[in-house]
């Protein structure tokens, strides 16, 4: 800063109630420090004899940078000034100081005419000398030392000096900036520092990351969550920037979003999906109007690739798992065998092409809400290909004669399933007047079968347990159990192409309270 | 140079990625010296260090204009076309 040139005005706490303005309409001395600094401790003394001698005729400003660190000044210095409050450090930001102690002397009207940084004695024994006209300062200069470098100021500490910079400039990003040398491939870059599921990122520069935020009406700093297993903060502004590397546009933001709350809870338990060996992932599920005006694929390939919105919007919820979590193969990613859906699954349901309720509305929402479901599988879309049957019964028969294939045929009320149906089945089922319910009970009564079926055997030891089938009683032993312990364990949706007899399975993982439970969430701003 | 924001809950330091070390010297060694006092005598040192040691290489000094800034792009692309290894003298 230049002398004469207008010093930033501010208004700073006293830590006593009040507080104090600057410009005051006075000569003052502004001078910033902080407790952890002995350079500081060496000049308080003298701003505590300046102001006793000058206090009358000039405003002391004497600013320290943080909460703690001010109360220990003012026991250890009991100064005649109050030590004002920047623990925020805006002022010190926009004093653009690097060191403290940083004295500047302002008149009247708030203009510099004179800095001082660190302590040299010759210097502020100066200035003390200039301002005081009869009032002499009362110091034994002598024995104060002649030089002090003096120490870092917390507005440019790396750590904050970007959120400073951030927030003086109005800018809603907080995250670290990183940047890229001209020489290094910026693509190869984001690659080295893990940040990819191994395909391409786009770089979320702080122009992209800004388009992708008019997406949302939200604050960028709101908190959604916190993912495990480093348990880190899942800003806006976070979800954001995986959704700019995975692909997205901002108007996919909204369901990015909600798809995340909802995998933050505790009964989706995002940490066990990522860290079972058996290789489970979300799948996610959107109805509602939402579905259209982001142009998501519901119909031909609705599971496949080639639908940006259903590409991108799985990928982002994905890596924001990966980076933001931290959960990454090898760590706490712990699939034996992984699995393409990792990448990205994401499809909405083809409601109107669904003769039943929709899965949202049959989950307790309105037909009209826009609404994100997250099923965990470990297998599939497996497919289910039935060109043959022409009634419901047999259809539905299919259904579970494919589906005592999840986890593995005689593992019975192990785990739940989502169900794919395509427009061809839903006409076959329809015409018979088969509802979700009528589905589902021949589902469950085609697979059921007796318990002694489901024993461990020279075949396979999957099943019942020899020992505990064998301590029962010859009633309870001619028990019959269908695949899935409650019909609601099958989860139903409408999707894919007109033409195909072909429906699709997401084998589920360890549900309920030991696993995961599927959640819906309502994206409120659609 | 392209500016990114960290994707992740930025509790590790950035890194960067190092060369593959070979485990041998060989070729053109580059010698940069940064420009502060007594860098130059460091680099003397090594440099009658390396050649006596490793008589097969051949030794390339260079120096950055000030050590207050990064080397120009020029001086780095030069560096790196002509060179197998590159070692930056500190000072002071």
């Known amino acids: 800063m230049q002398s004469g040139e207008a010093l930033p ?45 000058l206090g009358a005729q000039i405003d002391f400003f004497v600013a320290g940078q943080t909460s703690e660190g001010n109360r220990a000044l003012t026991d250890t210095f009991a100064p005649s000034f109050p030590v004002l409050d920047d623990a ?26 004179q800095a001082l940084v660190g302590f040299v004695r010759e210097e502020w024994q100066a200035l003390a000398q200039s301002l005081s006209e009869d009032a002499a300062v009362d110091l034994d200069w002598s024995s104060l030392p002649e030089w002090r470098p003096g120490c870092g100021s917390l507005s440019v500490d790396p750590l904050i000096a970007d959120r400073l910079r951030a927030e003086a400039e109005n800018s809603p990003l907080r995250a670290r900036k990183i940047e890229i040398a001209s020489a290094d491939d910026e693509f190869e870059f984001m690659f080295d520092q893990g940040f990819s599921d191994g395909l391409p990122l786009v770089p979320p520069t702080p122009e992209r990351v800004l388009r992708m935020l008019s997406g949302t009406r939200r604050d960028p700093q709101e908190v959604l969550g916190v993912m495990p297993p480093n348990m880190g903060d899942v800003t806006v502004e976070k979800a954001a920037i995986n959704a700019v590397m995975a692909g997205c546009r901002p108007e996919y933001l909204p369901v990015i979003l909600t798809a995340l709350e909802a995998l933050l809870t505790e009964e989706y338990n995002i940490h066990g999906v990522m860290a079972t060996t058996m290789g489970a992932s979300p799948v996610m599920v959107v109805n509602g109007p939402i579905r259209e005006r982001i142009g998501m694929n519901m119909k ?33 990613e ?60 047999q259809l539905a028969g299919s259904f579970g004669l494919s589906l005592e294939a999840a986890f593995h045929p005689k593992a019975h009320f192990a785990t739940d399933v989502l169900l794919v149906v395509c427009p061809e089945h839903v006409d076959t089922l329809t015409r018979d007047g088969y509802s979700k319910a009528d589905i589902r009970a021949r589902i469950q009564e085609v697979t059921a079968r007796p318990l002694e079926e489901l024993v461990e055997n020279e075949t396979s030891a999957v099943g019942f347990k020899k020992a505990a089938f064998e301590a029962m009683d010859p009633d309870a032993r001619k028990r019959v159990l269908p695949k899935f312990k409650t019909p609601d364990d099958i989860h139903l949706v409408v999707a894919g192409a007109e033409a195909g007899k072909f429906s699709g399975a997401f084998h589920g993982w360890a549900t309920g309270e030991i696993g995961s439970i599927s959640v819906s969430k309502k994206i409120e701003e659609v | ?62 120096a950055k204009p000030t050590f207050t800034k990064p080397a120009p792009d020029a001086l780095k692309a030069e560096i790196f076309e002509n060179n197998d290894f590159l070692i930056e003298a500190l000072a002071d």
């Open chain 1, 300 to 332: 031909l390939g609705a599971l496949g690739q080639g639908n940006r919105a259903n590409a991108t919007i799985g990928r982002a919820v994905r890596l924001a798992v990966r980076n933001i979590g931290g959960a990454q193969p090898g760590g706490t």
């Open chain 1, 9 to 53: 005005a501010f208004l700073l706490a006293d830590g006593e109630g009040g507080e104090k303005s600057f410009p005051s309409g006075r000569p003052a001395i502004v001078c910033f420090v902080k407790d952890d600094c002995p350079t500081c401790h060496v000049v308080m003394p003298v701003l505590d004899a300046m102001h006793q001698a």
């Open chain 1, 88 to 113: 925020s450090l805006k002022v010190s930001f926009a004093y653009d100081i690097d060191t403290v102690p940083s004295l500047f002397l302002a008149d009247e009207a708030g203009a510099l005419r």
């Open chain 2, 1 to 62: 140079m392209t500016t990114i924001l960290d994707p992740t809950n930025e509790r590790v330091p950035v890194t960067r990625q190092l060369s593959p070390r070979t485990g041998e010297i060989s070729g053109n060694v580059a010698l940069l010296d940064i420009s502060k006092p007594r860098g130059n005598v460091l680099l003397d040192q090594l440099e009658a260090l390396l050649s006596e040691r490793l008589p097969g290489i051949r030794i390339q000094r260079y």
């Open chain 1, 334 to 393: 712990r699939s034996t065998l992984g699995n393409p859906m990792k990448f990205t699954m994401c499809f909405a349901e083809h409601e109107e092409r669904n003769p039943w309720e929709p899965l949202h509305v049959e989950r307790g929402f309105n037909a009209e809400d826009s609404v994100v479901t997250l099923f965990t599988m470990t297998s599939g879309p497996t497919l289910i290909v039935d060109q043959d049957s022409r009634t419901a019964g």
